[in-house]
């Protein structure tokens, strides 16, 4: 079936202006995740969606990130008045929402970079 | 906070084997995963443990002990496809919020 797909793949854009990333995960994963990579680092968590429950919101870095998850499945992170230092890949990742051995399967991720 | 260290490069052999190594400090351990990601792709599974011991998966296996906080993955007869970053990710409770390391880029050499 089909994996975790993302869009755009790349996105280039001036400091100031807001960019919405799209996350379109597994058919039946309950679980969503949004992480951010910068070149040569690891993965730094940004928001967790699980069913309906609240969102784990912790790792947004500031308050011009935010996410949102319609109908439990497609999701939309948007990063406004963006700044150079936001320029990374973001990736998204989907699982089954089962606790303990949840396994996460990746998107191919958003490459954003701000000029 | 929650600590996950992991060499940051390593450099091995066609056909030998290797060690990547996985040090952590976390609040609680529901479970240790490790990841593949080759150059410009998303990160792919590899491996899960949560008991002590090791997991073995073809040419990939991995060990965990929870006394020490301590995994590694080994790869034995290195392929040159192998060389991609190894992270390694915890999860220290319940709530399926992963920790991840910095990531050991390897690079395997003819």
């Known amino acids: 079936g089909a994996g975790v797909s993302q869009s755009p793949s790349n996105k280039v854009t001036e400091k100031g202006k807001d960019v919405e990333l799209r996350c379109d995960p597994i058919s039946g994963h309950t679980a969503l995740y949004w992480y951010r990579q910068s070149l040569g680092q690891g993965l730094e968590f940004l928001i967790y969606?699980?069913?309906?429950?609240?969102?784990?919101k912790s790792g947004l870095p500031s308050d011009r990130f935010s996410a949102e998850r319609t109908g439990g499945s497609v999701s939309t992170l948007t990063i406004q008045r963006t700044q150079q230092e936001d320029s990374a890949v973001y990736l998204c990742a989907s699982s089954l929402g089962k606790p303990n051995t949840d396994t996460q399967y990746f998107g191919p991720g958003t490459r954003l970079t701000v000029l | 906070g929650q600590n996950i260290d992991q060499p940051t490069e390593m450099t091995a052999t066609e056909g030998a084997i290797v060690q990547i190594n996985c040090t952590y400090q976390t609040s609680g351990f529901n479970g240790l995963f490790w990841y593949q990601q080759h150059a410009g792709e998303a990160p792919t599974f590899l491996s899960y443990?949560?008991?002590?011991g090791l997991e073995e998966k073809g040419r990939f296996s991995s060990f965990l002990s929870r006394s020490k906080g301590y995994s590694y993955l080994l790869l034995k007869e290195l392929q040159m496809k192998d060389s991609a970053s190894y992270l390694c990710?915890?999860?220290?409770?319940?709530?399926?919020?992963?920790?991840f390391g910095s990531g050991t880029k390897l690079n395997v050499k003819p």
């Open positions: 443990n949560v008991l002590d």
């Open positions: 990710a915890v999860n220290p409770n319940n709530f399926n919020k992963f920790y």
């Open positions: 969606f699980q069913g309906n429950s609240a969102p784990d």
